[in-house]
């Protein structure tokens, strides 16, 4: 389901407390979206990420001072986020579910 369907959803549902806002609304759509969202990277992958992300990033401050180094920004963010758009594409799936531990 994407962020449309759960936009959709939501708005289906009526607002039962009239001292909220669409401030509060909104919170509650992006929360249950993000609860809700698939994460690709498993625990093990995510830390690698981590310390590629970090090693690359401090080469732009020490050692070669390059500024390729700031590449080390996208496995950084995919390792906190926990989502690979890549491993998307490719299928991969290095995290697994609660349905995956229970079956």
């Keep these: 389901m994407n962020f449309a369907a759960y936009v959709a959803m939501?708005?289906?549902?009526?607002?039962?407390?009239?001292d909220t806002d669409d401030t509060d609304h909104n919170f509650l759509v992006l929360t249950v979206w993000r609860s809700h969202m698939m994460k690709n990277s498993g625990?093990?992958?995510?830390?690698?990420?981590?310390?590629?992300?970090v090693g690359l990033i401090s080469i732009v401050f020490v050692g070669?001072?390059?500024?390729?180094?700031?590449?080390?920004?996208?496995?950084?963010?995919?390792?906190?986020?926990?989502?690979?758009?890549?491993?998307?594409?490719l299928g991969i799936r290095t995290s697994c579910s609660i349905d995956d531990k229970a079956g």
Excluded: E, H, K, S
């Design 10 to 18: 939501l708005q289906t549902y009526p607002n039962t407390a009239p």
């Design 43 to 53: 625990g093990i992958d995510r830390a690698a990420r981590f310390i590629l992300g």
């Design 64 to 89: 070669p001072q390059t500024p390729w180094g700031w590449l080390g920004l996208v496995p950084l963010v995919t390792a906190m986020v926990g989502w690979c758009p890549l491993y998307t594409v």
